[in-house]
């Protein structure tokens, strides 16, 4: 039995036996978010703007808690091992969350979690900075060819989506790029801004406002087709590089939370991602939005997994 899962079992017990009278009052008070990446970066910006929505379909506050680390695992840990009581609840990523426990041992597998709504759907992007060298992705292949390992680039941690899709970069032109983990995309934007990585891979939702300002230069983005908030940019497939590849982020709850709070929550989501100022305030921040009920959203977490296990047993991963 895993750390925690004797007193996690005492409690859902507890919450089996709560009188569907309790259960029609949720939430009685107040309820906190967990964030598994640091602030500013594309799941903090998404909940933050999400929350004040939630909050009104709820009728009760949410404490949004930053918890980076280790790729997103110490704030999922954290999420999987809460109370299932509906109190905690927290954004979780794919691909991390589910290639983390295929990479190594951790304190919880993807059947710790009960989701509740799919948010945002959202490809990555390659970008340099707005003085690089490189005016596309061809050219920085180019370079990668001719000069092995020296391109540094950035990512949210290994079996992120971005070093993902580096390594498929990699893979498909044939090149070595050094990798350089970050504990969120703010921490990589700041060094790629900063001129301390050469490329920084992270998503178009946290890309789109800088590289509109022009502060940095995106050079393909990894989706199949371009992004409406940067018609301008390639794709990957148009740059000569089949890759598709991007970061799902929505809510869950730890396991056994009664699927009435459950059901309490994904339509309160749903409600609030339907609101006509989120949606001006999520196309303001580039968030492309995806909602999906637990049960749809549980079909593509299962799907997923099922997908980078067949890619992991293949090829596994590493720095």
């Known amino acids: 039995m895993k750390p925690g899962m004797k007193t996690r079992t005492v409690a859902m017990a507890a919450i089996m036996l709560m009188p569907l009278s309790a259960m029609a009052d949720y939430p009685e008070r107040a309820v906190q978010m967990i964030i598994g990446y640091s602030a500013g970066g594309g799941t903090d910006i998404a909940a933050r703007t999400l929350v004040p929505y939630i ?13 980076p680390g280790a790729g997103g695992e110490v704030g999922f840990t954290a999420l999987a091992n809460a109370e299932p ?37 959202d490809p990555d992007g390659f970008n340099v900075g707005p003085d ?29 989506d971005d070093h993902l ?3 498929a970069l990699q893979r498909l032109a044939g090149i070595e790029m050094t990798h350089v983990p970050f504990p969120g995309a703010a921490d990589v934007r700041q060094a790629l801004m900063g001129g301390h990585i050469d490329m920084g891979i992270f998503n178009i939702g946290e890309a789109a406002a800088d590289v509109k300002a022009g502060r940095i230069k995106m050079l393909a983005q990894a989706a199949s087709q371009r992004s409406k908030e940067l018609p301008d940019v390639p794709t990957t497939a148009e740059a000569g590089y089949e890759l598709t590849i991007g970061s799902n982020r929505g809510i869950a709850v730890p396991a056994g939370v009664p699927d009435a709070i459950v059901q309490k929550l994904s339509s309160a989501v749903e409600a609030a991602m ?7 305030a999520a196309a303001q921040q580039s968030l492309p939005l995806d909602y ?11 799907d997923l997994q099922a997908r980078f296990q067949a890619l992991w047993d293949e090829s596994p991963w590493s720095e």
């Open 55 to 67: 909050e009104k379909e709820l009728g009760t506050d949410i404490t949004v808690i930053n918890r």
């Open 85 to 121: 009581d509906g109190y905690t609840i927290g954004f979780i990523n794919t691909p991390n969350v589910l290639t983390i426990p295929i990479e190594r041992d951790t304190r919880y597998e993807l059947s710790d979690f009960q989701p509740v709504a799919s948010v945002v759907d």
């Open 132 to 160: 690089s060298e490189f005016a596309s992705l061809k050219d920085l292949v180019a370079y990668a060819k001719e000069h092995p390992g020296e391109i540094t680039y950035g990512t949210t941690g290994v079996g992120s």
């Open 165 to 167: 899709a580096a390594l």
């Open 274 to 280: 339907n609101n006509e100022d989120f949606q001006k």
């Open 292 to 302: 999906q009920d637990p049960t749809i959203y549980q079909q593509t977490l299962q």
